[in-house]
């Protein structure tokens, strides 16, 4: 899920750290291979051990061991379960580095070529992204996949092709709320800010509207220039001091004219790695 927020307006969640009993695990493996018999795949019981890893939510410590994996293997498939894993981690530059390994093994592979314009669209090359993700997008018919490239689109200034994208996305998924509000800024970037409020406007009024929804609302009210209400909106676990700063912040984006400026003024954080 992907959520238009201006880049201090967003809270993101520290990535977990190593577990005692994840490391507990590795050692053990690692003390047991001495001892144990000959094993012809020693880099199979590397992914398992590391995706055990994965499960008990410690990526990091998982994708040293897939890297070693990765390493052994050689094939496109090892350096996506190493881009995934990094991708969980944070390291989304690491990431990139394992995708791009898969995709020169296997150029058109639809998961190397997700995981590689997720990891470039967190690193904020746009570009790069969307030349992924345009191509993958038709393959893997996902609402999070054309969403993601809606995002890129948005974030190079192409405002049509990033509704088409984000229309695509919605009809995968009718009642999701942030692919909604993302449309909506897309909207409001391309020069149809009345659209978007309308659009933000009927999200906000669901009962499952969050935070964000509210502060997106905020910035296309200023963009259409109802600044009345959009001094007036009441935000959720928004402090006054907090929403001065929101306006403050949506009147400098609405100065810029050029839209691939604006777009990358508003920002875009993942706040789901998939």
Request: net charge positive.
């Amino acid at each position: 899920m992907w959520l238009f927020a201006v880049k201090a307006w967003s809270v993101i969640l520290p990535t977990s750290r190593p577990t005692r009993l994840a490391l507990a695990v590795v050692c053990s493996w690692l003390a047991g291979c001495s001892s144990a018999p000959s094993n012809p795949h020693p880099d199979l019981q590397l992914d398992k051990l590391a995706s055990d890893i994965e499960r008990r939510g410690d990526p990091a410590t998982a994708s040293a061991l897939y890297a070693r994996a990765a390493q052994q293997q050689q094939d496109a498939p090892a350096f996506i379960r190493l881009g995934n894993a990094r991708l969980g981690s944070g390291d989304a530059n690491g990431a990139a580095q394992a995708f791009r390994e898969a995709l020169i093994k296997e150029p058109h592979n639809p998961d190397a070529l997700l995981g590689f314009g997720s990891a470039q669209l967190r690193l904020g090359n746009a570009s790069s992204a969307a030349n992924a993700l345009k191509e993958v997008a038709p393959l893997k018919k996902t609402a999070s996949t054309y969403s993601k490239l809606g995002t890129a689109y948005s974030l190079l200034g192409q405002s049509a092709a990033a509704e088409t994208a984000f229309s695509k996305a919605l009809e995968l998924a009718p009642g999701n709320l942030d692919i909604q509000s993302n449309q909506a800024v897309a909207m409001a970037l391309g020069g149809s800010p009345d659209r978007a409020v309308t659009r933000l406007r009927e999200v906000t009024r669901s009962p499952l509207a969050m935070p964000g929804h509210y502060r997106n609302l905020l910035l296309t009210l200023v963009l259409a220039g109802h600044e009345q209400e959009a001094t007036g909106l009441v935000i959720p676990q928004t402090t006054p001091a907090q929403k001065a700063r929101l306006l403050e912040q949506a009147r400098q984006i609405k100065s810029l004219r050029d839209p691939m400026q604006r777009a990358q003024a508003v920002g875009l954080i993942a706040t789901h790695p998939n």
